[in-house]
């Protein structure tokens, strides 16, 4: 299938010119010879020196069918084992990188996306996405998750200047690369609930349009979930169009806001490893278990405010002590400070906030069943408990404290620090 982005950027209601800057998406059997006909005789003809990067597991999954492409290019292929998108990786990149590369293609999935575009933005120069898995939502995105020094940031970057995505690569990985991408997706619906609230209650800009894009997304994948979940080609096509429509969301709006909010900060805050060792899990999966335990405390709290349990209280950091004590002993806090000034609950008014109780009850009343959400996560294979990314659960209350300070986005978990349930501590 091919994507029309110029859907993506005509007028909005909301006011805002989206602007696209990808010109082609191709999502099909055969992509990659549409790549190499494109770098022949196409619109990338002009780039004569090229730079392909990859890692040890997708140069074997691709090097075979895009023979030609490797052939024409400078390769760098990084080590899988340990990889992540931080300064060591883009360090190694630029000292390999020569002079006159005029064109990156990132073969991989989201890591080797991260550093392509962060590498492309540096110097000015396009990028062309490979997908070799389904994994993740930031193949066309315009900011990159990157690590540096310990602190987890997105930075600003560029988007692909087109797509490749083939069928015969991306549906033949791992399973458990296709299932985070699907928990990818499933985070969805924490952070489209967190930015409608974060509207209600401070005037947030928001985009209905952008909001029923990420919406598609989530009713494409679980329209094919038992497909996509067995390997079906047709079923990965339909998860890898998903996940590039999210990507295109965060393009529309210029940055992550529509894809990523609490869920995703559960998720950066392990992979900080400030309260936990080292995890073998995905990016997707901790998405996956981030997302049911924010669902399950939104739940509690709705349920609490539909039972007259729930009070509005002014606004006091009680955390100060505990993230010195958790981000200081890493060398974090000033980073983690200076992320978090100005506190993004300084825009809230208690009153607003009491007025709006029963409102933000409906918009948690709208997400998903946990039970029904579990079910359709342990269909595809997804993680779903502390316990299965290697984690243990008296590190869930901590966990769901700190983790709204990693980004300063306001989420409905940062706003329950104004809450009071009955009956809690």
């Known amino acids: 299938m091919r994507v ?39 619109f990338l003809k002009q780039y004569i020196s090229p730079l392909l990067i990859c890692d040890t597991n ?6 075979e069918i895009m023979e030609d492409i490797y052939d024409r290019c400078q390769v760098l292929v990084l080590d899988a084992e340990g990889l992540h998108a931080d300064e060591h990786a ?25 550093i392509s575009r962060y590498i492309a933005c540096q110097y000015k120069i396009p990028f062309i996405s490979v997908p070799t898995a389904a994994s993740v939502d930031g193949f066309v995105s315009n900011v990159a998750a990157m690590t540096w020094k310990g602190l987890k940031k997105t930075v600003p970057a560029v988007p692909p200047m087109a797509v490749f995505a083939d069928t015969a690569i991306f549906a033949e990985a ?38 029923e894009l990420e919406e598609k997304a989530l009713r494409t994948v679980s329209a094919s979930l038992r497909g996509i979940a067995q390997g079906d080609p047709e079923g990965c096509e339909e998860l890898m169009y998903a996940l590039i429509l999210s990507g295109l969301a965060m393009q529309m709006v210029g940055n ?29 999966e901790k998405v996956s278990v981030g997302t049911l335990l924010v669902l399950n405390r939104y739940k509690q709290i709705a349920r609490a405010v539909r039972n007259g349990e729930c009070t509005v209280i002014p606004y006091e950091d009680l955390d100060a002590k505990l993230r010195e004590n958790t981000f200081g002993k890493r060398g974090l806090l000033e980073g983690i400070r200076k992320e978090n000034d100005p506190e993004p609950l ?10 709006r109780l029963s409102a933000i009850a409906d918009i948690i009343e709208e997400l998903p069943d946990e039970k029904e959400l579990t079910y ?25 404290r700190l983790a709204p300070y990693v980004r300063r986005r306001l989420s409905f978990l940062r706003v329950t620090k104004m809450l009071k349930v009955e009956g809690e501590a």
């Not at 997708?58 to 090097?63: D, H, I, L, V």
């Not at 300084?346 to 007025?355: A, I, M």
């Open 4 to 42: 029309d982005t110029d859907d993506f950027g005509r007028p909005c209601s909301c006011g805002k010119e989206h602007h696209i800057e990808v010109k082609e998406i191709i999502i099909e059997e055969g992509a990659a010879e549409k790549l190499e006909e494109a770098m022949s005789d196409g």
């Open 58 to 63: 997708t140069c074997k999954a691709t090097e």
């Open 90 to 114: 883009v360090e190694i990149v630029e000292n390999y990188m020569d002079e006159d590369i005029d064109l990156i293609l990132a073969v991989g999935s989201g890591t080797i996306h991260d």
């Open 174 to 211: 791992p399973k458990r690369l296709t299932a985070s991408g699907i928990s990818d997706l499933f985070g969805k619906y924490i952070c489209l609930a967190d930015w409608k609230i974060a509207h209600l209650l401070t005037g947030e800009y928001i985009c209905s349009r952008i909001i």
């Open 256 to 284: 992550s806001r529509p894809a990523s909010c609490a869920e995703h900060h559960l998720s950066h805050l392990w992979e900080m490893e400030v309260i936990n060792g080292k995890l073998d899990a995905l990016h997707g």
């Open 346 to 355: 300084l825009e809230v008014s208690p009153s607003r906030l009491r007025d």
């Open 376 to 400: 359709a996560m342990d269909l595809a294979g997804c993680r779903k408990s502390v316990y299965d990314i290697g984690l243990t659960e008296d590190i869930i209350p901590v966990s769901l």
